[in-house]
């Protein structure tokens, strides 16, 4: 079954659980249409399925590779990123002052997994580049913005972020990368950053890089690190690329999956740069590309994990393996209990991810068209969960797909375990899903828990109320989120940051666990309780929702215990 763009559920999601209407109530997203909405989602489908999903094995096959120090794409993908850039897919959510369209990050997060789905080697590059748009536009000077948001909204130009050194890994107050002040309003940028997607390709004019690099005065730590537009050729006033500047690709990394995507090792040597927000202040500005990439890579996640159900389900309904036990069934292995508890469990994790992710993204735009603080806190906590569950989904159901296909899933040309091997990633970068959930029970839990339970209250009194209608599914949200709320109090209670980070992993799982019970619970009512999404509801509510009792008792058992054992006794 070829890929198949889920607009249906996005439309649903936006009209019934995550609440759209109330980003397009608001002056800032009023030109944001329903007809509008309709129209992106067709056409961005349209292209995901036609265009990108068919480079998806060719990125696979035919990996990007280094020649003569130029990066040389797989094959087909020149066409693939044409019909991106042309299409506008980068700059739906950009400022219309440089060309973009001016529109929620809610649509952006829809365009971006359905993207995702097709081809997710090829969909990284316009994720690096919509970052760097929304950090240039928050922080940079009105010269640089006027320079490069036109060209990267355009997709002429791409962009990426270089943040990580191999001494630094995650801790990236180790940086030991320079930037030297030319006197002139540039810099002198010297040192070598790893694991740079799309660091380089043969189809963008040029290839702009944020670079995270330290002054001379600049303090140890992350408190000195600066940030500085590094471009592959420096251009000119009128925005021509010119010379090329003193960068290059060292080498690209031999990867598990993600062949289509080029991940490189850059050198800079005297590298030619710009400032980019206040000196000593790159974190703040980086975080901002981090928390757009962040709440991506989730619905790269979710991307993955769409491309490896519809294809487990497509395998499932053609291959005939034994007696069937369902009478009037397929007589395939659709018919087998294990094989449908799979293909229900990666159709409910999807449903619940994706819900997560365009909640997240709705806080977002709440955020941005009304300075509410609570709806910045609200985006704030659920940008963790977004990207670890989603990603967590992404690998969980790629895993799952494999399973389904049997045997055949462990061999290359079925295609199920690329899906698997180009998802795993998701994961790791952008801070790992451990520092994800860690930053969720320490910064995300400063406030005394006060987001946290304020969204349990929304939950609760949606439980509350669907009591009348659904009993039978509302009283175990409520009583899931009761559950979570005492947890939360515990978890607050714990001064010693450690002993919550010993348990954040499965405290985060915990949240999402309740949170898909209640995004579920929101989709059956608003179906009436008897249509597909209903079931899809019973099923989660029933079968998932229940293991956040066992993830909570994981949350709260502190640290001593992982200490028992000497490093001593784990080697033996």
């Not at 487990?312 to 449908?340: M, N």
């Not at 659920?382 to 992404?394: E, H």
């Not at 005394?448 to 009194?461: P, R, T, Y």
Request: proline fraction near 4%.
């Amino acid at each position: 079954m070829p890929y198949r763009a889920p607009i249906e559920d996005y439309t649903f999601l936006f009209d019934h659980v995550v609440g759209l209407k109330q980003v397009t109530g608001t002056e800032t997203f009023s030109e944001a249409s329903p007809d509008l909405i309709s129209a992106i989602l067709s056409e961005a489908g349209k292209m995901a399925e036609n265009v990108l999903a068919p480079l998806q094995r060719n990125g696979d096959l035919h990996p990007a590779h280094l020649e003569n120090g130029v990066v040389r794409a797989s094959p087909g993908f020149d066409e693939g990123y044409k019909a991106i850039a042309e299409g506008g897919w980068i700059s739906i959510s950009a400022s219309p002052e440089f060309g973009g369209m001016g529109l929620p990050l809610s649509i952006t997060t829809a365009v971006n997994e359905m993207m995702s789905g097709a081809c997710l080697s090829l969909q990284l590059n316009p994720l690096m580049s919509q970052g760097q748009i929304e950090a240039l536009d928050e922080h940079a000077s009105d010269e640089i913005k006027a320079l490069y948001l036109p060209k990267l909204i355009s997709g002429e130009w791409s962009g990426t972020m270089n943040l990580t050194e191999a001494q630094a890994g995650s801790d990236v107050g180790a940086l030991q990368t320079k930037a030297t002040d030319n006197g002139d309003g540039t810099y002198a940028i010297n040192g070598q950053k790893i694991f740079i997607s799309w660091a380089d390709n043969d189809f963008t004019e040029n290839v702009c890089h944020l670079v995270l690099a330290r002054l001379h005065d600049g303090a140890p730590g992350t408190k000195g690190i600066s940030l500085f537009m590094v471009p592959k050729y420096i251009p000119d006033a009128d925005g021509n690329p010119g010379p090329a500047n003193s960068l290059h690709v060292v080498s690209l990394e031999h990867k598990m999956g993600l062949h289509g995507s080029p991940t490189a090792v850059m050198q800079y040597d005297g590298a030619t740069g710009w400032l980019v927000g206040e000196h000593h202040g790159g974190m703040r500005a980086m975080f901002t590309m981090m928390n757009n990439a962040r709440l991506g890579v989730g619905g790269q996640g979710i991307g993955g994990a769409e491309g490896a159900y519809q294809h487990a389900l497509s395998y499932a309904l053609e291959r005939k393996q034994g007696k069937t036990p369902v009478e009037g069934g397929t007589g395939t292995i659709a018919d087998h209990a294990d094989v449908r508890r799979m293909l229900t469990t990666m159709k409910a994790e999807i449903f619940a991810a994706r819900a997560i992710a365009l909640s997240c993204a709705i806080a977002i735009d709440m955020q941005n068209a009304t300075g509410s603080k609570d709806w910045a806190a609200r985006a704030a906590f659920l940008t963790p969960i977004a990207k670890a569950y989603g990603t967590n989904v992404g690998m969980n159901v790629a895993e799952m797909g494999v399973q389904v296909h049997g045997g055949m899933g462990f061999i290359e040309e079925t295609g199920a375990a690329q899906y698997y091997r180009d998802v795993r990633v998701t994961a790791i970068y952008e801070g790992t899903n451990g520092i994800q959930a860690m930053d969720l029970v320490a910064r995300k839990l400063m406030d005394d828990g006060d987001a946290a339970n304020a969204l349990l209250d929304e939950i609760e009194d949606f439980a509350e109320a669907a009591r009348a209608k659904l009993p039978e599914l509302a009283e175990p949200v409520w009583d899931a989120c009761e559950t979570l709320r005492e947890a939360v109090d515990q978890m607050v209670a714990q001064s010693e940051l450690n002993q919550r980070f010993a348990g954040a992993v499965p405290f985060l799982q915990a949240f999402a666990r309740v949170i898909g019970g209640y995004v579920h619970l929101q989709a059956a009512i608003a179906e009436g309780g008897t249509g597909p999404r209903s079931k899809l509801a019973k099923f989660f509510i029933t079968r998932l929702l229940p293991e956040h009792a066992a993830l909570l008792i994981h949350a709260l058992a502190g640290a001593d215990d992982l200490y028992a054992l000497s490093t001593d006794e784990l080697a033996m």
